[in-house]
């Protein structure tokens, strides 16, 4: 049966030609409608059912195909087929976010940007599913639930008061890190071409003698860092919600390809245990001081999606899409994102997700799965469904280079971080006084105390005692703004 030949008139779903489009069947011209309109009633279910659940976070977001290619030499550390040579040339896909609002929400408020990256490799489709910030709010997928919650509506009202926010993160000190970025002027950045991107987590990575590093992935933007003030995201998001959709659709219209520059930093794998800040904690960063960044290759995006819903929509990335030659880490936030994103995906999309053109891996694929809620593949035919077997069926290779992961301990419930005051504030010290200038700070305490205007005093002064644990400046220039009426509106959520 050929999809190929092109139809010259409109037909119903199985191929009835429509004679008449205009006009429903009723009884005589002023009659009532007549139940076996077979057209009218197969349009009006099937609009019924065109909305699929959002991403219940990261809902609003836009994406386009492109190429990442390999600039520099890292099979050293890494066997990943991918980088196995200079100029090798990989077909990617992006998608990139906001993640508290829902999927109508502007593309302009102040909220991390989702960064997904996969790679449709010869070997597998590789994910990296990760941020504009190097961190996160939490280090223990426990509180990730709960972390969510306050950035979305409050359950009576369907509002979204910024006090719920301040009340969850006055009691979670190792948010404070990426709090600050939120606030800072990246919080708002104009769209993805002017941002960066971090793969965030603690990776792996072994090369082909089995040797292990442990890996942080970076993707600096080469258009610039462009950042919208507060004022201008909160105009944008009245005057123009998709903004950050229509930059990036726009500019791979206009053929001007927006591109990345990958690194990698690098930490030998017996570093990590006396590194002086937890290699696996994603409220912290490796300095770039300790861990130079290696260059690693180009990604451009050059392709914008044929249909938004079929390729943008659909696209369904998980941390756990790896292949030989990137791991994992201990990192207790990755080990749980490894399960929680397909979960979503079976929720959200079906069994068979993996079926949609976007999340296809572009390379051979022999699986046992079969059946499943809309298989159309060819769910393999009347080949062998069952393993192992002597009838030809597919079989393992028995080869990975992986070196086995070191484990110990007894299973418990253990705060593995050591958490005294350099621990919460080290990094948000360095940040403070050494990357934001005077005029930064003062644009984040603005931000922030705009934010905490809804919160009660108990709240407003756990989070004080934060900020001056950073520098008693920071704690000064919010308190000093939290009863003056704002300069500007509040943000938007
Ligand atoms: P560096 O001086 O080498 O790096 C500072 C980093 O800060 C650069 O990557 C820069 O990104 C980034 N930056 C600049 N302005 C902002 C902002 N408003 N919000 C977020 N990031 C910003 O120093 P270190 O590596 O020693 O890091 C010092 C501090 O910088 C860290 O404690 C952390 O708070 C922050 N940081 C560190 C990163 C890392 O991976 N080491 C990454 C991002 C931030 P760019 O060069 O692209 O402008
Ligand atoms: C989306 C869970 C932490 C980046 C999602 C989705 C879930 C989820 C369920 C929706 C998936 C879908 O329906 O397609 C979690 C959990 C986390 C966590 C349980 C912590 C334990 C993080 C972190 C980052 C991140 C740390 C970045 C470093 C993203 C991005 C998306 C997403 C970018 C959107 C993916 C897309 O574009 O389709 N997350 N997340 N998440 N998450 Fe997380």
New binding site residues.
Partial sequence: MSQEKKCPFQTQQFGRPVDNNQHSQTAGPRGPMLMQDVHLVEKMAHFNRERI???????K?Y?AFGTFTVTNDITEYCMADLFSEVGKRTETFA???T?GGESGSADTARD?????MKFYTDEGVWDL???N?PI?F?R??L???DF?RTQKREPQSHLKPHWRRWDFWGEVPEALHQVMFLYGDRGTPKSARFMNG????TFSVYNREGIRHWVKFHFKTEQGIENFSADEAIKLAGEAPDYSTRDLFDAIDAGDFPKWKMHIQVMPESEAAGYKWHPFD?TKVWPHQDYPLIEVGTFELNRNPSNYFQDVEQ?????GNLVEGIGLSPD???Q??V???P???R???GVNYHQIPVNQPQCPCETYHRDGTMRVDGNGGGSVDYEPNKMGGPKETGESIEPPMPVHGDGDRYDEFECDDQDYYGQPKIFWNNVLDADARERLCIAISNSMADSPQSIRDKMLKQFAKVHPEFAAGVESRLDTPADEPLPVA
């Fill in positions: 659940p959002e991403r219940v976070v990261h809902a977001g994406g998608r990139f976010s993640v991390p940007r989702g960064f997904s599913v990760g941020n910030t996160f939490i223990d997928p509180k990730f639930s969510i971090y793969g965030s987590h994603l696209a369904a990335f998980e941390p207790r936030m990755l749980n994102r399960l929680s994103y979960d979503a995906h929720y959200r999309l």
